[in-house]
């Protein structure tokens, strides 16, 4: 099976491309920033919010594991990380729709979208769980 694992040079894409490789599949590695050390001799450096760039990438492929979102970090912006992660989300899902590939996995956390606190009411918010319990 021919296998595209996005966000495959972050710390479990790096995991997931070895393990997917030693299962015996074939494996494209793709990210947006370059990787060396990439388990998979098929490493491409790729901007996933660039859907021509996503097909480009999908095209006779069997499945896709989509784990190119950024996370919550101190480098970006909520907005960034929204705008960033809703508009790769969309073009990896829309991609694998108008392609017929018949197998996704999509592994996400709770700030996909964007953190969702500033400081300020993160502190009020766990002041207020604290005492009303």
């Given at each position: 099976m021919k296998v595209v694992v996005t966000g495959a040079a972050g710390k479990i894409g790096r995991w997931t491309v070895r393990t997917i490789l030693e299962a015996g599949h074939e494996v494209i590695a793709?990210?947006?920033?370059?990787?060396?050390?990439?388990?998979?001799?098929?490493?491409?450096?790729?901007?996933?919010?660039?859907?021509?760039?996503?097909?480009?990438?999908?095209?006779?492929?069997?499945?896709?594991?989509?784990?190119?979102?950024?996370?919550?970090?101190?480098?970006?912006?909520?907005?960034?990380?929204?705008?960033?992660?809703m508009l790769v989300n969309f073009n990896i899902l829309e991609a694998c729709k108008d392609l017929k590939i018949p197998k996704v996995v999509w592994a996400s956390s709770e700030t996909v979208l964007g953190y969702p606190f500033v400081p300020e009411e993160l502190v009020t918010f766990q002041w207020m769980k604290n005492t009303h319990q």
């Open positions: 793709t990210d947006r920033k370059l990787r060396e050390e990439s388990a998979s001799k098929n490493f491409i450096q790729a901007e996933l919010r660039d859907y021509g760039q996503v097909c480009q990438l999908f095209t006779g492929c069997d499945a896709v594991v989509h784990l190119g979102n950024i996370p919550t970090d101190v480098r970006n912006t909520s907005q960034a990380i929204f705008e960033n992660n």
